[in-house]
C-alpha cells in the first residue's frame, strides 16, 4: 500500500485477494466489506450465472442467497462452503418447483417437490432423490389407487404405509423455507 493510494485501489487489491480463485467472474459487485472479506456481495459468471447473496472469507457462498442460472433455474435459500445446505426453494425453468432441506447442494431431508405437470411429492428426500416415506398427489388432487403412500426408494414405491406424519413435517419445512426467502 502506498500513502497516495485511494481508498478504492486499496479496496480493490484486498477483495481482489480474496477473489482472485476464480477467473471467470464477469462482473463484481459488492456491498459489504470487513477486513478484507466479501460479507455480502454480487457476482455474475461468464456462463450467465449470478449470485447474490454472503460469502464465508475463503469466496465461497455461505449463508443466504438467491442463485440464478442461465437455463431459468433459480434458488433461493441457505448455502454453506459453496453448496446449496438447509431450508431453500429451487425452481425449475420448465416449471417443477422444490421447497424444503438441502445438504451439500442435494434435496435432502424433508420437503415438498412439484412437477410441472402438477404432481407432487410430499416426504423425504436422500441425496438429491425421493427416499424415504411419503405420499404422491397427481394433478386431479387424487393419490392414486392404490393410495401412492409409504416407503420410496430411489423415486420407487416399494412399502405401502400411512405416514400422515412424515407429510406434514414436508409441509411445514416447505412452508418454513418458503417464508426464509421472502
Known amino acids: 500500500m502506498l500513502a497516495t493510494d485511494s481508498f478504492q485501489e486499496i479496496l480493490f487489491r484486498c477483495l481482489f485477494q480474496v477473489v482472485h480463485w476464480t477467473a471467470k467472474v464477469a462482473d463484481v459487485s459488492i456491498v459489504t466489506v470487513l477486513q478484507g472479506v466479501v460479507k455480502t456481495g454480487a457476482y455474475r459468471y461468464e456462463d450467465g450465472t449470478r449470485y447474490v447473496g454472503d460469502w464465508n472469507q475463503r469466496g465461497q457462498k455461505h449463508g443466504m442467497g438467491h442463485l440464478s442460472l442461465p437455463d431459468g433455474t433459480r434458488y433461493d435459500g441457505s448455502f454453506q462452503n459453496g453448496l446449496c445446505s438447509g431450508l431453500g426453494v429451487m425452481c425449475f425453468c420448465d416449471g417443477a418447483k422444490y421447497e424444503g432441506e438441502f445438504m451439500q447442494g442435494w434435496f435432502h431431508g424433508h420437503g415438498v417437490f412439484w412437477r410441472s405437470d ?34 420410496f426408494q430411489d423415486c420407487r414405491l416399494v412399502r405401502k404405509k400411512r405416514c400422515p406424519e412424515v407429510v406434514q413435517r414436508a409441509q411445514k419445512v416447505a412452508l418454513m423455507a418458503r417464508a426464509q426467502c421472502n
Open 118 to 151: 402438477g404432481m407432487k411429492y410430499e416426504g423425504e428426500f436422500r441425496g438429491g432423490r425421493i427416499w424415504g416415506l411419503g405420499l404422491v398427489t397427481f394433478s386431479d388432487n387424487s393419490h392414486g389407487f392404490p393410495r401412492n403412500e409409504g416407503f
